[in-house]
């Protein structure tokens, strides 16, 4: 079994880099000497395995013998010991486990089964007008000259007003559920304060309470939507009301803080690199790999995690059962191995195999969503402007490990003649 250690001799201490202000803030370079010293590490102080080579991550993300479940980590939360010391954190992980992004194999794919007709190429044609409606909208309400907070104005509200309409959901109701997903999104960081933890079981709770008057309230209509899919799939028995409930907030959740992510960090890349910002005004038609090239030069997470069902080998590391994984998607989306001029933006790169929303059979169920949102979004807001700068310095998120993302993106513009 490989063992990796940083030049001094020591070994790395894997929790304090991801957690560094300065890492938050920019965590290329210390991955990038991180990767240096090898594809696959382990963390010895608690059996973690972190990838970070692009070809390794490939075969990790594909491998059925790593999957999502974490019930079946090691010494993870699902043990006696954990549920003793941590009775919170128990609960928390316990009721946010039924849904598909947390189970393998036949339950992932019954799960994943209800939601996939909603994803589908006919049904986002069927979303374009919505999002085009929503995004003009929230630009009609930004000046035609000064200064903005692009994420306050634009990126952040567009994604939950999409998502709130695909649902039915009153807009009244944006501000509360904003709040719900910035608790459960910290999940995600796999290591929380007990403070986090009890306000994250909070916000769960009055989420799924809202969600389950939903129901009752709409068990008896039919509606062409994703709430819609969930109730027939509740009626029907195919979810019960945990797995209906708890793949509801998910989706919520990850499709909220995924595209807002998107569309802010791509902004940043745009601002920071005014030669692609004029190639791509001068060719619309790159879009789409401009997106796809937003996604692997700054992803909107730092980890995607694994657990490991039986031992596997992973580029000459054996990985024992039960081990939890972590893939670092700002190194694999990174690889010097994998990628001509890693660092660089290139609207146009092909074949770009970024991991930003995962693979294997845990890809992200509502990527096809947000790219449409941010292809529709980018067009709008380079149609309206004809000037577009930073205004001032960006501000990251610093109060989450691995959703990475922008609190506030200041800049100037100018409406189109």
């Not at 694999?332 to 146009?348: K, V, Y």
Request: proline share 5%; charged share 25%; aromatic share 6%.
């Amino acid at each position: 079994m490989s063992e990796v250690q940083i030049e001094n001799g020591g070994d790395i201490d894997w929790w304090s880099i991801l957690s560094d202000r300065t890492f938050l803030e920019n965590p290329y370079p210390e991955l990038r000497r991180l990767q240096a010293l090898g594809p696959v590490h382990l963390d010895k102080s608690n059996g973690i395995y972190f990838i970070l080579g692009h070809k390794a991550f490939s075969k990790a993300a594909k491998s059925s013998a790593l999957g999502r479940d974490t019930r079946h980590w090691t010494n993870g939360w699902n043990t006696d010991d954990y549920r003793a010391h941590d009775p919170v954190g128990y609960r928390l992980f316990s009721e946010f486990q039924p849904q598909m992004i947390n189970n393998d194999g036949d339950i992932h794919r019954r799960m994943r089964k209800v939601y996939e007709p909603a994803f589908r190429a006919q049904a986002m044609t069927s979303m374009v007008s919505l999002i085009e409606e929503e995004a003009t909208a929230l630009l009609k309400a930004m000046p035609d000259k000064g200064e903005v907070d692009f994420i306050e104005a634009f990126a952040g509200p567009l994604p939950l007003r999409v998502l709130c309409k695909l649902f039915d959901i009153p807009e009244s109701l944006d501000e509360t559920i904003a709040r719900w997903s910035a608790s459960l999104i910290r999940i995600g960081d796999i290591l929380m304060t007990p403070e986090q933890k009890v306000e994250a079981l909070e916000a769960l709770n009055e989420f799924k309470a809202f969600l389950r008057e939903q129901i009752a309230a709409r068990k008896n209509r039919d509606e062409d939507n994703l709430m819609g899919l969930a109730i027939q799939a509740y009626k029907d028995g195919t979810l019960d009301e945990e797995e209906t409930l708890t793949n509801l907030v998910s989706m919520l959740v990850a499709g909220h803080e995924t595209t807002v992510t998107l569309i802010g960090n791509g902004m940043l890349l745009l601002m920071r690199n005014p030669e692609e910002m004029a190639r791509l005004r001068k060719d619309p038609d790159l879009m789409r790999t401009a997106i796809e090239e937003f996604l692997r030069v700054e992803p909107g997470g730092n980890m995607i995690l694994r657990v490991a069902r039986e031992d596997v080998e992973v580029e000459g590391t054996l990985i024992p059962e039960g081990s939890p994984v972590i893939g670092l998607i700002g190194a694999i989306n990174r690889d010097p191995a994998r990628f001509d001029r890693p660092d660089e933006l290139d609207i146009g790169r092909p074949a770009n195999a970024q991991f930003t929303f995962g693979g294997g059979a845990h890809v992200c169920i509502g990527a096809p969503l947000a790219r449409l949102e941010a292809q529709i979004a980018f067009s709008a807001v380079l149609d309206k402007y004809a000037n577009i700068e930073l205004a001032g310095k960006p501000e990251w998120r610093l109060d989450r490990m691995n959703a990475r993302g922008l609190g506030h993106l200041p800049l100037r513009v100018e409406r189109a003649a």
